[in-house]
């Protein structure tokens, strides 16, 4: 199963709290924090929400 590891490139402060949340639900606890998640359309759509945030790096 492909893997996407989503790297925080800026910061969260003044941003609504719906991002704030979904920033955090991806498990996102700093600038420059990179995690690993399986691809699946839930975590497309959660990092679609705050693609001004984060950045992708799609494994194998």
Do not use: C, F, Y
């Not at 989503?6 to 910061?11: E, F, G, L, M, R």
């Not at 719906?18 to 690993?36: C, F, M, P, S, Y």
């Amino acid at each position: 199963m492909a893997k996407l590891k989503i790297k925080q490139v800026k910061s969260i402060i003044g941003r609504p709290q719906k991002q704030k949340k979904t920033v955090r639900a991806l498990g996102l606890k700093r600038i420059n924090h990179v995690v690993e998640h399986n691809d699946s359309s839930e975590i497309r759509g959660m990092v679609n929400k705050v693609n001004h945030l984060v950045e992708i790096l799609e494994t194998k």
